[in-house]
């Protein structure tokens, strides 16, 4: 079995999460740590009680071991150097989302990857739930007709303090990439085209506009339509999102926690001026990991069967433009083209 070794840039909390499953995995072995300040990544290896060489830079990390794979866990604005360092080292990279913090440099990795022809494979967790995957497959079955609408509401009041409670767009910038990505599963499509309205309400504890509402045209015709809020007190929707599915034949409903539901037209009913519906099961039997150790299990399976993963940077670009493209319609007031 081919033995992964790894570096893990970026030893805050985040990094438990990839931690804990590598100490799951017969075939990873860590072989550095790398962080800026190297009594976090001491502290790290205190807490776990390892004895893994501690870096503060990922470039004199790589050439003193024998890396062929980096997990970068850093915050965002280090994702640029840290993936250029790594794949022009002659490493593949996995790595927290986003890919950076904005598009020309996303291309630039993209170009880097594909030009040393190492992979960069970008975190999207909430792809890999039982019920996503139900609601995605469902869709794609043609059980509903054509999808004509995708609908998802996102309000939740969080009060994180920190980075997030001044930028200047937290709820898109941070968290929608979530959001959008999981509509391009379930609809099985790219956005097209993207309007935006962008504010931040009364009561807002942010500096930055923490509420959006969103309309995507999508490849196959479809329309998707986004609500959120990330200082929005009571009745909270899960952090998956409440979703909307409306086809030709019948409507999906997800609340993010229990499994999807289906109506469709009965069509043992005579038709009236409101057509009877009936339920009908979506069988949510996807047997993978879930959340962060089911997209990790992707992303080290496409490079054991050297096919690129489900959330490669190529792929994850289309999830970014809907961000930044939504950033953009809400600063000019203007539907923006993706």
Same mark, same amino acid.
């Given at each position: 079995?081919?033995?992964?070794?790894?570096?893990?840039?970026?030893?805050?909390?985040?990094?438990?999460?990839?931690?804990?499953?590598?100490?799951?995995?017969? =075939?990873?072995? $860590?072989?550095?740590?790398?962080?800026?300040?190297?009594?976090?990544?001491?502290?790290?290896?205190?807490?776990?009680?390892? =004895?893994?060489?501690?870096?503060?830079?990922?470039?004199?990390?790589?050439?003193?071991?024998?890396?062929?794979?980096?997990?970068? $866990?850093?915050?965002?604005?280090?994702?640029?150097?840290?993936?250029?360092?790594?794949?022009?080292?002659?490493?593949?990279?996995?790595?927290?989302?986003?890919?950076?913090?904005?598009?020309?440099?996303?291309?630039?990795?993209?170009?880097?990857?594909?030009?040393?022809?190492?992979?960069?494979?970008?975190?999207?967790?909430?792809?890999?739930?039982?019920?996503?995957?139900?609601?995605?497959?469902?869709?794609?079955?043609?059980?509903?007709?054509?999808?004509?609408?995708?609908?998802?509401?996102?309000?939740?009041?969080?009060?994180?303090?920190?980075?997030?409670?001044?930028?200047?767009?937290?709820?898109?910038?941070?968290?929608?990439?979530?959001?959008?990505?999981?509509?391009?599963?379930?609809?099985?499509?790219?956005?097209?085209?993207?309007?935006?309205?962008?504010?931040?309400?009364?009561?807002?504890?942010?500096?930055?506009?923490?509420?959006?509402?969103?309309?995507?045209?999508?490849?196959?015709?479809?329309?998707?339509?986004?609500?959120?809020?990330?200082?929005?007190?009571?009745? =909270?929707?899960?952090?998956?999102?409440?979703?909307?599915?409306?086809?030709?034949?019948?409507?999906?409903?997800?609340?993010?926690?229990?499994?999807?539901?289906?109506?469709?037209?009965?069509?043992?009913?005579?038709?009236?001026?409101?057509?009877?519906?009936?339920?009908?099961?979506?069988?949510?039997?996807?047997?993978?990991?879930?959340?962060?150790?089911?997209?990790?299990?992707?992303?080290?399976?496409?490079?054991?069967?050297?096919?690129?993963?489900?959330?490669?940077?190529?792929?994850?670009?289309?999830?970014?433009?809907?961000?930044?493209?939504?950033?953009?319609?809400?600063?000019?007031?203007?539907?923006?083209?993706?």
């Amino acid at each position: 079995m081919l033995e992964h070794k790894i570096i893990v840039a970026g030893c805050g909390g985040m990094s438990n999460t990839w931690l804990d499953y590598l100490e799951k995995r017969d =075939n990873a072995k $860590i072989v550095a740590l790398v962080d800026l300040y190297v009594e976090t990544a001491q502290a790290m290896n205190e807490k776990r009680n390892w =004895n893994v060489p501690i870096f503060s830079d990922l470039s004199q990390a790589i050439k003193e071991t024998d890396a062929d794979l980096v997990f970068d $866990i850093t915050i965002p604005s280090s994702h640029k150097q840290i993936v250029t360092t790594a794949l022009e080292a002659g490493c593949h990279v996995f790595g927290e989302k986003p890919m950076t913090e904005n598009m020309e440099d996303a291309r630039e990795l993209i170009r880097i990857s594909e030009k040393t022809g190492k992979q960069y494979s970008v975190m999207q967790n909430r792809r890999y739930l039982k019920q996503i995957r139900g609601f995605s497959d469902f869709v794609k079955g043609g059980s509903i007709g054509k999808l004509g609408s995708l609908y998802a509401d996102f309000f939740i009041g969080a009060h994180f303090g920190g980075f997030r409670d001044v930028m200047d767009s937290p709820l898109i910038l941070d968290m929608a990439i979530h959001t959008f990505d999981q509509a391009r599963l379930i609809s099985g499509a790219d956005p097209v085209s993207v309007y935006c309205h962008e504010f931040n309400p009364e009561g807002s504890w942010y500096k930055g506009n923490a509420s959006a509402i969103c309309i995507f045209e999508m490849s196959n015709g479809s329309v998707f339509s986004y609500r959120g809020s990330w200082c929005s007190e009571g009745f =909270n929707t899960s952090w998956e999102s409440n979703w909307r599915a409306i086809g030709e034949k019948g409507t999906i409903l997800w609340d993010g926690v229990t499994p999807p539901i289906c109506e469709v037209i009965d069509e043992s009913k005579e038709k009236g001026f409101i057509h009877s519906t009936k339920k009908i099961p979506i069988p949510c039997d996807w047997s993978h990991q879930e959340g962060h150790w089911g997209c990790i299990d992707e992303m080290f399976s496409a490079i054991e069967e050297k096919r690129l993963a489900e959330t490669d940077c190529r792929d994850n670009i289309k999830s970014m433009a809907m961000v930044f493209g939504a950033i953009e319609s809400a600063k000019t007031g203007q539907k923006v083209m993706l």
